[in-house]
């Protein structure tokens, strides 16, 4: 025994430090977590099998570890929204202006990184991104910062935008061979929202690309003129997903500008409320489908577009999913961009069917009033930003919802409004777990929380047969996918507010999520299979 813990340590500080596989992103996660949702599908389901419904009751805390960042003051509140990373049995993840690598095993912390802020909205930070030996992250002050991931010293910074003009970034940064994508937040002073690739070694800017197509180019047409498309918004603050047969980039973009006020920008406002497919080596636009032409509502449609092949009418296809903060329920081609299926998942009165596309048409008349507009959803959304699962081995794509209603105010009449232009005032709110029949957006079962209030959870699956969410009173649930039933939970200290993982360490499986500012680690105990 007296050499085996220094033969481990010696394994362990290797493996710590070699650099990450870029063969790592294409695959479900096992025995790392490189990205975002895991891999480029956006699926957040694991293959692991060792947790699974047999056993799941005999789920038991490992470690937790409390990231003191120092936000304690924060009006957004304290809270890890990252999603870990892991790489070689390290776990790096973020807070605003901070970045941490902790042993997975244990929860001891090896390195900790403070970005000395000039300012910016501390809203939440999504996380980092890896390429080999080098880690990303964007700053609320809006810079791109690379650390070395095996010291946490910092390399470079550039800046993404202008702090001044109230762009924050808080996605996680998406690493598609040598280009680091990031994308940017900011809806108060009506400025355009975009992409950016950078070069992991340099910090060079590659490429970007607009929200609002330029004059005179295709999409201007969707805009009254310049000064219009030049405040447009479209901003990009969730991390997109990745095809590399097809080498196509896809990408949630957020609502126009101004947000409430839209009678200064006539017309369905191009690329903002849109999935749009790009060439990550150049920015390149492909193909497009708005999920809400011309929106008044504050519904980002941002939403994690999540991809997998699977059959549709009785031939394969290669699909692409997402449900919409506006409350539709889209299936794409993602090869064409194509619409197959639009349908709401909860109930909705804004829109007035489809058109030709696929698209929502939407109701004038529920557009903000100046004696008020009774609308579902509320503009937080039938769901938001965290993400959902799509489990293979059930057919079933998982969203954590919202059954809400607002009364929506239109509070700017000019002829030019500016800023949000409006306001809602909230009337329900209800949270719900839901279970959609990927192929025609129909609800197979719903899991709705007690008591009115809301909550929006994101979402694991696992080929053991599990989905794992948080919920409004601070448990962390493991539900059977298959039915909505409750397997296991367990209350926290505070309500999930990231992601979680799952992973696989020296033949042990770990379920990792955060609630507040705090990590949790469980795993099954020893002979509790």
């Known amino acids: 025994m007296t050499f085996r813990l220094p033969a481990l340590l010696g394994v362990a500080l290797a493996l710590y430090g070699q650099p990450l596989d870029p063969a790592k992103l294409l695959p479900p996660a096992t025995d790392t977590w490189p990205t ?40 957004f509140g304290v809270q890890i929204k990252a999603t870990p990373l892991l790489i070689n049995g390290v776990l790096y993840f973020t807070m605003p202006d901070h970045a941490w690598a902790l042993d997975a095993r244990t929860g001891r912390q090896l390195w900790h990184f403070k970005w000395e802020s000039t300012g910016g909205i501390h809203i939440g930070n999504r996380g980092v991104g890896i390429y080999r030996d080098w880690l990303f992250f964007e700053t609320p002050d809006d810079f791109l910062v690379s650390l070395d991931k095996n010291t946490g010293k910092m390399r470079w910074s550039v800046q993404i935008a202008d702090v001044k003009q109230q762009y924050f970034a808080t996605p996680a940064p998406l690493i598609i061979g040598a280009h680091v994508i990031v994308g940017v937040g900011g809806d108060s002073l009506d400025v355009p929202g975009f992409l950016k690739a950078y070069d992991p070694e340099t910090g060079k800017l590659q490429w970007r690309w607009d929200s609002a197509p330029k004059p005179g180019a295709s999409g201007s047409e969707t805009w009254p003129n310049a000064e219009a498309m030049g405040h447009g918004g479209g901003m990009t603050w969730l991390p997109g997903t990745y095809d590399p047969q097809l080498d196509l980039l896809y990408w949630g973009t957020g609502n126009p500008n101004p947000v409430h006020a839209g009678q200064g920008r006539a017309g369905d406002n191009l690329w903002t409320c849109s999935i749009v497919a790009l060439r990550p080596d150049t920015g390149k636009l492909v193909w497009w489908f708005q999920n809400s032409p011309h929106d008044t509502h504050d519904w980002d449609g941002v939403q994690t577009p999540v991809l997998f092949d699977a059959e549709f009418e009785g031939k394969p296809r290669k699909l692409l999913a997402q449900a919409s903060r506006n409350g539709y329920y889209f299936l794409l081609d993602r090869t064409t961009g194509k619409s197959l299926v639009s349908k709401p998942f909860v109930d ?47 057919g079933l794509f998982y969203v954590s919802a919202v059954d809400s209603y607002s009364v929506y105010y239109l509070t700017d009449t000019d002829e030019k409004p500016e800023g949000y232009g409006g306001r809602e005032n909230a009337v329900f709110t209800r949270s719900v777990l839901k279970a959609l029949d990927y192929k025609t957006g129909n609800v197979r079962w719903s ?50 507010s990231n992601g979680a993982i799952t992973y696989l360490l020296d033949g042990r499986q770990y379920v990792l999520v955060a609630a507040g500012d705090e990590l949790y680690a469980f795993t099954l105990p020893a002979g509790g299979e």
Do not use: C, M
């Open 36 to 75: 975002f949702n895991g891999d480029y599908s956006g699926r957040r389901f694991s293959p692991l099998t060792q947790i699974n419904a047999r056993n799941v009751g005999n789920l038991a805390l490992a470690w937790a570890y409390r990231a003191d960042s120092g936000l304690e003051s924060n009006p």
């Open 348 to 394: 909705v009165n804004w829109s007035k069917g489809l058109d030709a596309k696929g698209q929502p048409i939407r109701d004038p008349g529920k557009d903000p009033q100046t004696d008020g507009s009774f609308v579902n959803p509320s503009g937080n959304g039938a769901t938001n930003w965290p993400a959902p699962s799509f489990d293979p081995d059930t």
């Open 447 to 496: 899991h709705p929380y007690p008591g009115p209030g809301g909550g929006i959870f994101n979402l694991l699956t696992t080929a053991g047969g599990l989905l794992f969410s948080g919920d409004p009173s601070r448990n962390f649930i493991a539900f059977d996918p298959a039915n909505g039933k409750p397997l296991w939970h367990v209350r926290l200290a505070a309500t999930v």
